[in-house]
């Protein structure tokens, strides 16, 4: 199935916010080539890990949970013209998001114009200790959405937790193997995912439909 027929078959919800699941959005080729990219594990090293993503990537003396400076850790990846040649499944599912038909048919579930976005798709790794504090996304990120791989039995509650104004918990978005959601950003889509267990890991894909410039733009009308 691709990523526009499992959209096409997703069911919608409104409570705390609209939003959309979706499964079996990835072929078994793309979910062993994400379960295979070599991120880094911030609980191996002697850092100052929060539990956060924020110690990802940049100058290691810029970032404060790397002690001894150098280089900083990677455990998310976007892909990319410069390391696409590692990740040929997972740009396949790049290139559908740009397609025309795609990111139009997106676009009117959501009631918003992608036809000058781009895609932006992320490869995750959350380890033990992964935590993020409820947040709504910049107004830049037109479409927000997650694909989960959960192929080492985790716990289905490591999934999204979406929440209402006054930052009460509504839903959990499982994590199920190959599986998905998507909503548009807004001022009240607050989302995040309280402290969990982790046993091992939690991959996932993160997709985007930005107005910011990536390497990846949408197909233009002919």
């Known amino acids: 199935m691709s990523i526009l027929e499992s959209v096409k078959n997703s069911k919608h919800g409104t409570d705390p916010f609209r939003y959309w699941e979706f499964e079996k959005p990835m072929t078994e080729a793309m979910i062993n080539e994400l379960y295979n990219a070599q991120l880094d594990d911030p609980t191996a090293h002697n850092i100052q890990f929060d539990g956060t993503r924020a110690i990802d990537g940049g100058?290691?003396?810029?970032?404060?949970?790397?002690?001894?400076?150098?280089?900083?850790?990677k455990f998310r990846c976007f892909v990319s013209k410069e390391n696409e040649k590692n990740y040929p499944e997972i740009l396949k599912l790049v290139n559908e998001l740009q397609k025309k038909e795609t990111h139009e048919y997106i676009g009117k579930m959501i009631g918003k114009d992608l036809s000058n976005s781009y895609v932006r798709v992320e490869i995750c790794c959350d380890r033990k200790g992964f935590w993020l504090k409820p947040h709504c996304d910049i107004k830049e990120?037109?479409?927000?959405g997650l694909i989960f791989v959960n192929n080492a039995n985790e716990s289905e509650d490591l999934g999204t937790d979406?929440?209402?104004?006054?930052?009460?918990?509504?839903?959990?978005?499982?994590?199920?193997?190959?599986?998905?959601?998507?909503?548009?950003s807004g001022p009240k889509t607050w989302h995040g995912m309280e402290k969990k267990k982790i046993v091992k890991?939690?991959?996932?894909?993160?997709?985007?439909?930005?107005?910011?410039?990536t390497d990846w733009p949408v197909e233009k009308n002919n």
Do not use: W
């Open 162 to 184: 979406f929440y209402n104004e006054k930052m009460e918990k509504v839903k959990t978005v499982p994590y199920k193997h190959n599986y998905g959601y998507f909503f548009t």
């Open 141 to 144: 990120k037109l479409m927000s």
């Open 201 to 213: 890991e939690r991959r996932c894909i993160q997709v985007n439909y930005v107005s910011f410039i």
């Open 59 to 73: 100058d290691g003396k810029l970032r404060e949970g790397i002690k001894s400076g150098g280089k900083a850790l």
